[in-house]
């Protein structure tokens, strides 16, 4: 098993430019989760899905979107990107229906944007 | 909404030093979790605890959870050098709460050799 892959590793954008952090789990997980790292802080969900065709928003939605058309994909969307989402972005996945099954974590993608 | 709370942010410890971390919610919760960032890594799962009170140990490794359910704890015990990293708590409202983790802002351990 690959567990959660990510793509692409880095990527520089200019201020206005859009571009989808891919996401790929081979667990068969049910949630998938967005988050992101800003120097320092934790970590902040920005999307969440509970399966195929579901999903909702976290704490950081704004500039944001997502879609789930299966249980293995759940890319990021980034429109018309600004400074302030110059961050790590992470994917995971987890198993389970509930709140007590741990979070597999993908490698993460860093992004720029200047 | 939920807020979890994690001091400190920075520890320095010569090795073979004891380390500790806290963690304390502003809810109470369904459970907690505990991570593991290396430097340029990602988060790696350590521990999960769920009931009032509980107490689980891994190696030199402690985790706590309170009775209240609102603040947890990480000891480590004679910490070596592969213990460098970013020690995250991420807390669960469980319900419909859909797995949603409330991450705290990590305690970053250096150790030195």
């Known amino acids: 098993n690959a567990g959660v892959t990510q793509t692409p590793k880095f990527r520089i954008l200019k201020i206005g430019q859009s571009m989808t952090l891919q996401c790929t789990q081979d667990?068969?997980?049910?949630?998938m989760y967005w988050y992101r790292q800003d120097p320092g802080m934790g970590l902040k969900l920005i999307y969440y899905s509970v399966g195929a065709g579901i999903t909702d928003k976290g704490e950081v939605p704004n500039g944001y979107n997502v879609s789930r058309s299966t249980t293995e994909d759940f890319p990021l969307r980034l429109e018309l990107a600004a400074p302030s989402q110059t961050s790590v972005y992470f994917c995971?996945?987890?198993?389970?229906?509930?709140?007590?099954?741990?979070?597999?974590f993908g490698p993460g993608t860093r992004l720029t944007v200047t | 909404g939920q807020q979890v709370m994690q001091i400190p942010q920075y520890q320095h410890v010569q090795e073979g030093e004891d380390f500790t971390t806290y963690c304390n919610s502003s809810t109470t919760l369904s459970n907690i979790q505990w991570y593991k960032q290396r430097p340029g890594g990602h988060p790696v799962f350590l521990i999960q605890?769920?009931?009032?009170?509980e107490v689980k140990k891994q190696k030199r490794l402690t985790f706590q959870f309170g009775e209240a359910k609102k603040n947890s704890s990480l000891h480590i015990t004679a910490t070596q050098t592969t213990d460098v990293g970013t020690y995250f708590c991420?807390?669960?409202?469980?319900?419909?709460?859909?797995?949603?983790?409330?991450f705290g802002q990590g305690t970053i351990l250096t150790v030195h050799p």
């Open positions: 667990m068969n997980h049910n949630y």
């Open positions: 991420a807390g669960a409202a469980g319900g419909t709460s859909y797995g949603k983790l409330t």
């Open positions: 995971a996945s987890s198993y389970g229906t509930g709140s007590y099954y741990e979070q597999y």
């Open positions: 605890l769920v009931k009032s009170g």
